[in-house]
């Protein structure tokens, strides 16, 4: 069993098992190509989704989308409870808070950024014509080992380790073949294989059909504005910058609910191949958006783009000193212990997803006095 998922130019050749042969062609159709908004007049993009994927790093991300809509006074779509929308169901317009959908002809959604698998139509249906979409993906299988440690597994099915589970539920063709017959089975109802196809919206049942894995991208590529990669996290933050006309210091981040580096685990490359056979469609998904993203980086220009980088990274390291004491560390994951003189700007870097989640909940609540 081999698989070749290069995805670079004209048509690809996937191999996913002897003698099945597709040629996955990568000049898709896309009626909403990626504009670089980096005229000076051009006005800044504030009606905006953002598909969060799970272990992506899109918690990072989701903390600028807030960042920006609570400085801003605008309207963001918060679940009525938790941080999820009905996940791992499609989002549809009912899963909003019942005061919202009741008055939604009076209130106009800004920024949509917490967790939902993506339904374009009903999405669409609750936010401007000029909304910009964006999400965010990342290797296939760095996601993989991370979900599998992030949810601790290794303890759950009784292995010494994260990689020993990943050996052995991947070894062996006879293993990932039982896995794509359980393809439709997800750990918590939530998490599985091809995780981000899956948070996109793309149905388990095709997870082996490459025409619909084909047409799938091809979707993504026509509705979204810009997709980011969390292996260039920098250049994805200039081009997010610019994508939505926006400061730089509106994409000034840190990491949130990531783990310390010493945490990652080094997978043996055979491992490696098996995992990317299992994950087709996110393989595929990722190869395609990553090439795109290499493009949109060369028409930005390499040498610009790496001065605005260095930029970035002198701005965030200058926050940071101003805000975070210290990291600690606790259930494998980065927290920010706060400086004594913080204020609110330093405070909306560092808070968590979840607290800044019920914090904006019940401002907006009050805004618009549901409570």
Not at 341 to 346: E, S, V
Request: aromatic share 12%; proline share 2%; with cysteine.
């Amino acid at each position: 069993m081999s698989i070749d998922t290069s995805c670079s130019s004209g048509h690809s050749k996937v191999k996913i098992r002897r003698n099945v042969v597709f040629k996955l062609s990568t000049k898709v159709k896309s009626d909403r190509p990626v504009k670089l908004l980096t005229k000076k007049n051009c006005k800044p993009q504030q009606n905006i989704l953002f598909l969060k994927t799970h272990k992506t790093g899109s918690s990072t991300v989701q903390n600028i989308f807030l960042r920006y809509g609570d400085n801003n006074n605008l309207t963001l779509v918060i679940p009525e409870k938790s941080n999820y929308f009905g996940y791992p169901r499609h989002f549809n317009r009912r899963m909003l808070h019942s005061k919202y959908r009741q008055n939604s002809s009076k209130i106009q959604n800004n920024i949509f950024a917490h967790h939902a698998r993506y339904h374009y139509k009903e999405m669409k249906s609750i936010m401007p014509r000029n909304t910009i979409f964006i999400t965010i993906l990342r290797d296939p299988v760095v996601l993989i080992e991370s979900l599998f440690s992030y949810y601790n597994l290794k303890k759950i099915y009784n292995e010494t380790s994260s990689i020993s589970f990943l050996k052995n539920a991947f070894s062996t063709s006879l293993n990932i073949s039982a896995y794509h017959a359980t393809s439709s089975q997800r750990f918590l109802g939530r998490f599985g294989r091809n995780q981000m196809s899956f948070d996109l919206g793309f149905s388990v049942e095709n997870f082996d059909n490459l025409k619909m894995i084909r047409e799938f991208i091809e979707a993504i590529d026509s509705q979204f504005h810009l997709v980011m990669i969390a292996d260039r996290m920098d250049e994805s933050l200039i081009l997010l910058q610019h994508t939505l006309c926006w400061k730089m210091e509106d994409v000034i981040v840190f990491r949130h609910n990531a783990r310390r580096t010493s945490e990652f685990t080094s997978l043996p490359k055979d491992l490696q191949e098996n995992i990317r056979i299992f994950s087709i469609a996110d393989v595929l998904l990722y190869n395609y958006f990553s090439d795109k993203l290499n493009r949109l980086i060369e028409k930005f220009g390499k040498r610009r783009m790496k001065m605005e980088i260095a930029a970035l990274q002198n701005a965030t390291k200058s926050i940071y000193r101003q805000c975070v004491h210290k990291e600690p560390f606790k259930d494998m994951i980065v927290y920010y212990n706060k400086n004594q003189t913080i204020d609110k700007k330093c405070q909306d870097f560092i808070i968590s997803e979840l607290s800044y989640t019920d914090l904006l909940r019940e401002e907006q609540n009050k805004r618009y006095r549901f409570i």
